[in-house]
């Protein structure tokens, strides 16, 4: 017999709220987690009296009025508004860059005037298309801020010169034209009083947690407590319709279906497909991905059309977004921005061009390497030779002089 519902592996927040909502409907759910403590990463530990967060400082916030009233019943929250400031040789600064910011620094009091400096000091340094991230800092908010709030920082961060860094890091900059230091743009957002673990605490009241478990140690012996044990007399290995994970992922006709979405370029079969391997029996994302399934592409456009997409990031993944809407949905493990209506992305280990409506248009097998087109042409490294590609994906030869990978 059974002993759990559920076997719960982690103490966080999502294995809290999990094992909270089990238990109101009426299952008993045993709860482990690796570590010496629970609240995973929003772990807050009292230090003299002042709650620290031991893994880095955790603000709450929502628009979401149902989820603000729902983590309200663990924890009384306090009316926190994160406000950073930038500290430059002893003169603050407000962030994100907002009219206090430019007040400060140029002495302006309107948004106008604002947008005039900036516009000033775009036209001094001589950009029109930023090639870098140095450039598109100065378009977005001038020499100034560039050069004492965004240089040092982001050259330490990024280990390298800002010219050195690629612009579409920081298009997305936040530039606000409004005296509000508000660094979210969310009704609701505070710090739990006490801490986060106290309120952990509360959603895993009742539940059995055990601390210092290594799930992966001793996987089938936990396994076995919260397992049916008619489940595999039912549907056992022998007539395969119990197919775990780890029997899928070794799976010869998986594995090939898999490789043939990557070369192929399908990037929405290729992330569900990878799903199916999901350890958990939550398949995260997965209603994101069968929309994108069913999504009429529209015609791809560049130009004068429509706004040119800009790549984005989204948990580990890359897509492509106008200032309206995502327009190709963050499924690529790299890419490049548009050029000439195609931008290279890569897919697994495969590299592809797809046109603005995120159509794969041209497929690289075996490319270690890959250029942006320019003039109708890329180049490309393939198995350790650079070679030029045309729109149709003919291979010419390049010359000495044309610009090398």
């Not at 009742?206 to 919260?226: F, H, I, K, M």
């Not at 006709?253 to 079969?269: C, H, I, N, P, S």
């Not at 958990?280 to 529209?298: N, S, Y």
């Not at 195609?342 to 409506?357: K, N, P, S």
């Amino acid at each position: 017999m059974k002993q759990y519902d559920y076997l719960i592996v982690g103490a966080g927040l999502f294995g809290a709220v999990f094992a909270h909502e089990a238990k109101k409907a009426g299952k008993k759910c045993l709860v482990v987690d690796k570590r010496d403590h629970i609240a995973g990463n929003i772990y807050t530990e009292a230090v003299e009296g002042i709650n620290v967060h031991r893994y880095g400082a955790h603000i709450f916030h929502t628009n979401n009025k149902a989820v603000w009233q729902y983590v309200n019943q663990f924890a009384e929250f306090n009316r926190y508004t994160n406000s950073p400031v930038a500290n430059y040789h002893g003169q603050i600064y407000n962030l994100p860059f907002n009219m206090n910011t430019f007040n400060k620094m140029w002495g302006v009091v309107t948004p106008a005037e604002a947008k005039a400096k900036i516009e000033e000091q775009k036209k001094e340094a001589g950009i029109t298309d930023p090639q870098n991230l140095e450039e598109q800092a100065i378009s977005l908010v001038g020499t100034d801020i560039y050069e004492k709030l965004i240089k040092g920082y982001t050259g330490k961060q990024w280990g390298r010169p800002c010219t050195e860094l690629p612009a579409f890091i920081i298009k997305r900059l936040p530039v606000r034209f409004t005296y509000d230091n508000n660094y979210f743009n969310a009704l609701y957002q505070g710090i739990p009083n006490g801490g986060y673990t106290a309120m952990v605490e509360n959603m895993l009241e009742g539940t059995e947690v055990r601390l210092n478990v290594d799930y992966l140690a001793d996987r089938e012996a936990l396994n076995a407590l919260a397992e049916d044990p008619t489940l595999w007399d039912r549907y056992g290995s022998s007539d395969g319709l119990l197919y775990t994970p780890q029997r899928i992922a070794s799976d010869p006709a998986y594995r090939e279906t898999l490789a043939l979405f990557e070369k192929r370029g399908m990037a929405v079969q290729y992330r569900i497909a990878q799903l199916l391997t999901a350890p958990t029996l939550r398949l995260f994302g997965l209603a994101e991905l069968l929309a994108e399934a069913v999504r009429e592409k529209p015609a791809a456009r560049s130009g004068t059309e429509a706004e040119t997409p800009e790549l984005f990031a989204e948990n580990g993944r890359w897509g492509y977004r106008t200032a309206e809407r995502v327009v190709v949905a963050p499924l690529y493990d790299n890419g490049f921005d548009f050029t000439e209506g195609l931008a290279a992305v890569q897919l697994g280990g495969t590299w592809h061009y797809i046109d603005t409506a995120g159509r794969t248009r041209l497929s690289c097998p075996g490319c270690a390497a890959v250029k942006p087109f320019r003039g109708g042409k890329a180049q490309v490294v393939r198995n350790g030779r650079r070679i030029g590609i045309d729109r149709a994906g003919t291979e010419y030869p390049v010359a000495e002089n044309e610009f090398a990978i």
